[in-house]
Nanobody
Framework: DVQLAESGGGLVQAGGSLRLSCAPS????????IGWFRQAPGKVREGVACISSGDGSVNYADSVKGRFIVSSDNSKNRVYLQMNDVTPDDTAVYYCGAAYGTYYGRHCLVKTIYDYWGQGTQVTVSS
């Protein structure tokens, strides 16, 4: 079975940093794309950052490029989202997702390719 568990959310002041962690089980990074998505109240879930399965590239939404960093630790089977210089607009529930198949580049930011989701972790940025 595939399961994903996010952790690391919390309350942070604007301009601060936070690191989210995703622990996917039942997946291998060669066969699965792993993505971070977020959903703010009243808004649709949107892609934030992802690691593609086809070429291992890291990809970012324009809104977080230069501030967030996605990385993986294969030895621990973990995927991280380092969030820097956060703003109140980054407030949302953050989800980790896993998509089975070969995906290249920014295709892994597309929500509909994802097969499994974690429960989410709340990130709140105060001004």
């Amino acid at each position: 079975d595939v399961q994903l568990a996010e952790s690391g959310g919390g309350l942070v002041q604007a301009g601060g940093s936070l690191r989210l962690s995703c622990a996917p089980s039942g997946v291998t990074f060669e066969d699965w794309a792993i993505g971070w998505f977020r959903q703010a109240p009243g808004k649709v879930r949107e892609g934030v950052a992802c690691i593609s399965s086809g070429d291992g590239s890291v990809n970012y939404a324009d809104s977080v490029k230069g501030r967030f960093i996605v990385s993986s630790d294969n030895s621990k089977n973990r995927v991280y989202l380092q969030m820097n210089d956060v703003t109140p607009d980054d407030t949302a529930v953050y989800y980790c997702g896993a998509a089975y198949g070969t995906y290249y580049g920014r295709h892994c930011l597309v929500k509909t390719i994802y097969d499994y989701w974690g429960q989410g972790t709340q990130v709140t940025v105060s001004s």
